[in-house]
């Protein structure tokens, strides 16, 4: 998937605005804590996959090669523009999203044990379609306690 990273250590808080009209399954673009292939976190607007048959915000976590959900909620169809955050607090994650200007709903949370520096950064998936879709991110910002 493509993909842009930044190396951090310790706590943070990632966040990040997606502009993105997914319509099949699955397409996901958003936030991603990067490990390596068999350790990460996705928080993602998308279509399908996981989180359903429909639009939603979904919270995964990878480890060899399979994909868990931590959390999902669905979207209205008409949605293309969505803030996405993902916090860290040691090995405590929490992923929230809202709707552009509203308030900040909590999806899901997880303990997951990742090295203290991983990759941070944003990434779009598309999977089980040969459908290309943009994804355009007005920011990326890292927040540290």
Excluded: C
């Amino acid at each position: 998937a493509p993909r842009l990273m930044v190396p951090h250590s310790g706590n943070f808080t990632l966040e990040t605005l997606v502009e993105f009209d997914p319509q099949e399954t699955y397409q996901g673009a958003g936030l991603l804590v990067w490990q390596n292939q068999e350790r990460f976190l996705r928080l993602e607007f998308s279509y399908g996959g996981m989180g359903g048959s429909a639009k939603n915000a979904v919270f995964v976590w990878g480890e060899n090669g399979g994909l868990d959900i931590a959390g999902s909620v669905d979207l209205p169809d008409m949605l293309t523009r969505i803030e996405l955050r993902l916090q860290r607090d040691g090995n405590q994650f929490k992923a929230s999203y809202r709707q552009v200007g509203g308030t900040w709903q909590e999806i899901g949370s997880i303990e997951y044990v990742l090295d203290s520096t991983v990759e941070v950064g944003i990434a779009q998936v598309t999977q089980y379609t040969p459908s290309e879709i943009p994804a355009d991110f007005d920011y990326f910002k890292v927040f540290v306690p």
